[in-house]
């Protein structure tokens, strides 16, 4: 079996699973890619990112399908991550592979951490969010999450568990 089928088998398993966990394809694809390709900041990172890109818009057709969607606060966040996400492509054409792996698995542990501490009890009106400081944590988030090769998503998006911070008052 080539290489490209064995790539394309494995990313497609990853972006169903990813995409029914409701997580984004990047954090799993990127150690992945590595395998089959040498380049991580010009090979691995920039097609982690269209899978990424591709897998997030598909699930927002179905949360938007259900009426799950908050379109203006998604508007203005997708807008400061658009605008803000090239920076983090540049750092990464200076900063060291070396570093951005280590970046990387610190993101993978910082996400584990936070998905796997025990839930809380949810509040009682979650669908009333606070979202004014959204877009201010967006922009580190976007140069961030662009310079690793992942989606800001991931990082952006609360567990379950923190959906009381987010809460009206």
Do not use: K
């Not at 997580?23 to 890619?33: D, I, Q, R, S, T």
């Not at 750092?91 to 570093?99: D, G, M, N, T």
């Not at 400081?133 to 998503?153: D, F, K, N, T």
């Amino acid at each position: 079996m080539s290489d490209l089928a064995l790539m394309t088998g494995g990313l497609a398993v990853l972006a169903f699973a990813s995409g029914m966990l409701g997580l984004g394809v990047a954090f799993a694809a990127v150690p992945f890619l590595s395998l089959f390709l040498d380049d991580l900041v010009h090979q691995v990172q920039p097609l982690s990112l269209l899978l990424n890109g591709v897998t997030a818009l598909f699930s927002l057709f179905g949360f938007a399908a259900s009426g799950l969607v908050s379109w203006r606060p998604a508007l203005l966040l997708a807008l400061v991550l658009t605008l803000l996400a090239p920076l983090g492509a540049l750092l990464a054409q200076v900063v060291s592979p070396a570093w951005l792996w280590l970046a990387y698995f610190g993101a993978v542990l910082f996400l584990a951490w936070r998905l796997f501490r025990p839930e809380g009890q949810d509040c009682e009106d979650a669908a009333t969010p606070r979202l004014p400081l959204a877009p201010a944590l967006a922009a580190p988030i976007a140069v961030l999450a662009s310079m690793l090769g992942i989606g800001p998503g991931i990082l952006l998006i609360r567990p379950r568990r923190a959906a009381r911070s987010l809460c009206a008052r």
